[in-house]
């Protein structure tokens, strides 16, 4: 028993830890003073304000995009390269691909960013593209790094899954492309759910690889904290953090409801197949 207590009192310190930070972040986004340490009364005036500042709603709204659109290409690109490692066998070059598709969870920011700037560079004047560094060139390169996590969830989830289901659905007359989306893909949904919410966060997240991609006119929300730091912290950013976590928040809520609505109905169908049988 005390043995469990102290694991309890461990867990809720970890929480704690986590927690806690983010719940004075939002306390303060209603602090009447400009000092964001120092309590100033109540006030509503930092969102209000928030909704005048052209360059960090801009930020933010790049940010969500590319976020977005990075983390759909992540999760189409991350599934086909997990689905080839798990299912493809010991075809020539796997290894090769699997270490190419790993690489960017272990190289350091910097050295991805600075690669993909030279790249992007190199492109420019040979081919004229990307006409400067902006939204597009971000999007490739969080798309480049995100993938490889995406790729890894995907690949865990495929080979944790009995092949013995799409063996009989191919036994029954199934094409592959029909077993992959009627049988795999509604199995594997959850770990694209999660490998989505992942590439979401990483790349809303990232300054270091955007740092190096982006151009004039497309600094992303992180550059735009990073760079305030020095100057002192805005209350008004305390206030647009708020609204992204409520947002994030109720994303993830949604999210875990039709998750868990799909659990409950494949075990509907799997009860039914047994009363069947």
Known sequence: MKQMGKLA???WFGYAFLYVPIALLIFYSFNESRLVTVWGGFSTKWYAELLQNDQLLGAAWLSLKVAAMSATASVVLGTVAGLALARFGRFRGRTLFGGMITAPLVMPEVITGLSLLLLFVALEQAIGWPDGRGMTTITIAHTTFTMAYVAVIIQSRLVSLDESLEEAAMDLGARPAKVFFVITLPIIAPAIVS???LAFTLSLDDVVVASFVSGPGSTTLPMVIFSSVKFGISPQINALATLMMVVVATGIFIASLVMARQ????????QMAVQGG
């Not at 409950?264 to 799997?270: G, S």
């Open 195 to 197: 490998g989505w919410l």
């Open 263 to 270: 659990d409950r109905q494949r075990k509907r169908d799997e």
């Open 9 to 11: 009192w461990a867990l």
